[in-house]
């Protein structure tokens, strides 16, 4: 991940190729809500670099795609944040919504929620994703964290900033290090993550 992550980090053997990681996600279906909604949700992971519990937490509300931005909310200890996410990103998770609407879950608190409009948790995320990439393929171990360690390694073979990474991740230098770290504003965050190109 980026200097000055703190999560455990995975061997290079367990990062997917984007190939893998596109074929991940087309291995849930296109057609059926419940695999629009997955496509959706592994998309957030994988683009957008959220934590399970992140992505799981999000309301309709949080995510602008015409700003191209995510309102994370903070955990415990951890602050909220401001994310961003590419346009192509976006395109799949705009059709979810739309999903959503027309499957009358507009009162659903979440926004990745069951057809019965209740949230699903992180153990559906823990059987769904080995079971996805045992369809597409995929041998290397997928699991929800590998996503997000995906995403950091990507932005940083794009050339993307440190710094900017470590915003869109959430990550905080460790001790005295952090006062030192360029700051990043919000608009210079999703003008780096939104000029990434991406399609499924």
Known sequence: MARGATEQSVGSGELLTPDQARELIRAASGRAPTGIRNRALITVLYRAGLRPNEALSLTPGDVDLEAGTITVAGTGTRAGRLAAI???????????????????????????????????????????????????????????????????????????????????????????????????????????????????
């Open 86 to 200: 590419d346009p192509g990103a976006g395109q799949v998770v705009g059709r979810w919504m739309e999903r959503r609407t027309r499957l009358d879950l507009a009162e659903a608190e979440h926004l990745f929620c069951t057809l019965r409009g209740q949230p699903l948790h992180a153990s559906y995320l823990r059987e769904l994703l080995p079971r996805l990439a045992q369809r597409a393929g995929v041998e290397q171990r997928v699991h929800a964290m590998g996503l997000r360690y995906q995403c950091a390694a990507e932005l940083a073979s794009e050339g993307v900033p440190t710094e900017v990474i470590e915003a869109q991740l959430g990550v905080v230098p460790p001790g005295p290090a952090r006062r030192y770290m360029p700051q990043v504003t919000p608009q210079d965050l999703v003008a780096h993550i939104r000029a990434r190109e991406w399609s499924l």
